[in-house]
């Protein structure tokens, strides 16, 4: 059959960050009782009315016009009528034929640092169910309707991706997207992010795409990428060993690496769409659509752009700044602290910082280093206080929380040591102590400047200035 590529299309969908329902005035905050923030409307009571909440248009527009996209002028709600227990109405409001958000795109950066454009066939605006709760009940299963009737954008791809990488990439792009437009609060453990991923494979050099499963509900970055390879791999074995991929939903258990079904995919057609007689079609004016334009923040293609030119950076570094608005904000908070060094502060934010942050899981937000006082840090190396090696053990302990870089260096007397005389003082017990090195070097091995340099800073606990000693050590070795 010979080797097969895949092609990935992927459904997300990112709760709107309204305060209230999308057709109704309950509250849409995380973590109440159950069952105490649900109103009639989110329970589609007979005699009730929704009423669409202008915020999640407003919210469904921003990201229309982030991904150049069109905003409906007309779109319209449709009932998804299927039975589910935490879906007491029997249907899930919609859009279908005509969603608020019509065809898009976006950039991703791939691994290589090339680009690559993925499609954006449409994004509407629904409502999410509620949650049925299966632990805690002694053999019970609970239902929460909190969540009904909590806004959601459904953002749906075109079948543009060609590997798991990819579908993250794609991913990770929207996630840092909605969070940028203010639209969404990306939090994915709570399930305000969550993506569906279609996999299927087809042999090189067919045209036409295979039969495709798709894996619900993945609530993590990490869990994308394994579910997406772990069903390629699968649905390869199948083909090549003569048996054929059945269109499926499956679902994707963490603990064994793998996918499972879960039920046979619905048609949409088993869903029987129809308008929803109690909705108006959703019109947006010009106007509004200009409010909302001028209302949209840098966007991180745009920020991204502006980084390389104002700070000059490369692509790479631009790209890993901007890839969340908090992280660009604490980076331009940095060089503002340090003037004229764009560089270094990039260094040290995706270095020291990103590497102390990930070992403990923290967010940008969460770091214990504010941007000022790695700035003042910074600076210290720039003036020629502290070399950057040690820097890096004063950021340890402003990390640990010793306070700031001034009263950790002056506290551990870690000031450089710039004095001259004190530095010829070391290096003449250096060659003292070293003859055979000496004479090997001024017989032309010139590499064991190293070995001196080395010493000297050995000597000196790391505090003498690196460029100093290099220069003396030149002289007195010749
Ligand atoms: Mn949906």
Excluded at 155 to 170: F, L
Excluded at 223 to 232: D, G
Excluded at 289 to 297: E, I, Q, R, S
Aim: hydrophobic letters at 40%.
């Amino acid at each position: 059959m010979g080797e097969e590529v895949q092609k990935i299309a992927d459904g997300l969908h990112a709760q709107l960050a309204t305060k209230s329902k999308i057709f109704s005035a309950a509250s849409t905050a995380y973590g109440a009782a159950p069952n105490t923030q649900a109103c009639a409307i989110d329970l589609g009571m007979p005699g009730v009315l929704p009423v669409l909440n202008e915020k999640a248009v407003e919210m469904a527009a921003r990201f229309g016009l982030a991904i150049e996209a069109p905003v409906a002028k007309r779109s319209v709600f449709a009932r998804k009528n299927y039975f589910y227990p935490d879906l007491p109405k029997g249907y899930q409001i919609s859009q279908f034929e005509l969603p608020v958000v019509g065809v898009g795109h976006l950039d991703i950066t791939l691994e290589d640092g090339s680009i690559k454009r993925v499609g954006v066939t449409r994004a509407h605006l629904e409502e999410d169910a509620g949650k049925s709760l299966h632990e805690d009940f002694d053999g019970m299963s609970g239902i929460d309707l909190n969540r009904a009737g909590t806004p959601l954008l459904e953002i749906v791809s075109e079948p543009d991706m060609r590997s798991a990488a990819e579908a993250v990439a794609y991913m990770k792009k929207i996630h840092a997207l909605v969070r940028y437009l203010e639209i969404c609060d990306g939090n994915m453990q709570e399930g305000s992010f969550r993506c569906d991923a279609n996999v299927s494979v087809r042999p090189k050099g067919q045209d036409e795409f295979g039969t495709r499963a798709e894996i619900k509900n993945l609530n993590s970055f990490r869990f994308v990428e394994k579910a997406i390879n772990f069903e390629v791999e699968r649905q390869i074995d199948l083909l090549e060993s003569g048996g054929k991929v059945v269109q499926e939903t499956r679902l994707y258990d963490p603990d064994k690496g793998e996918t499972r079904p879960m039920r046979s995919k619905e048609e949409a057609n088993d869903y029987r769409y129809f308008p929803d007689p109690d909705l108006l079609p959703l019109e947006i004016t010009e106007a509004f659509l200009k409010k909302v334009k001028a209302g949209l923040p840098e966007l991180p293609d745009e920020k991204k752009q502006r980084f390389m030119d104002d700070y000059a950076l490369n692509d790479y570094d631009a790209a890993v700044l901007t890839a969340s608005r908090d992280l660009a904000d604490y980076y331009e908070d940095v060089v503002k602290n340090i003037a004229d060094d764009p560089k270094l502060a990039a260094n040290w934010v995706m270095g020291e910082l990103s590497a102390a942050l990930n070992k403990e899981n923290l967010d940008i937000s969460e770091s214990p280093v504010k941007a000022d006082a790695l700035g003042g840090l910074l600076s210290r190396i720039k003036d020629d206080t502290i070399s950057g090696k040690i820097a890096k053990e004063v950021f340890e302990a402003m990390w640990q929380g010793e306070g700031d870089a001034d009263a950790i260096i002056e506290k551990k007397g870690l000031k450089q040591i710039t004095d001259t005389g004190a530095i010829e003082k070391i290096i003449d017990e250096i060659i003292e102590k070293n003859p055979q090195q000496l004479e090997q070097y001024r017989s032309g091995k010139d590499k064991l400047l190293g070995f001196f340099v080395g010493q000297v800073m050995k000597a000196t606990q790391g505090k003498a200035n690196p460029g100093q000693v290099n220069q003396l050590l030149k002289t007195k070795l010749k």
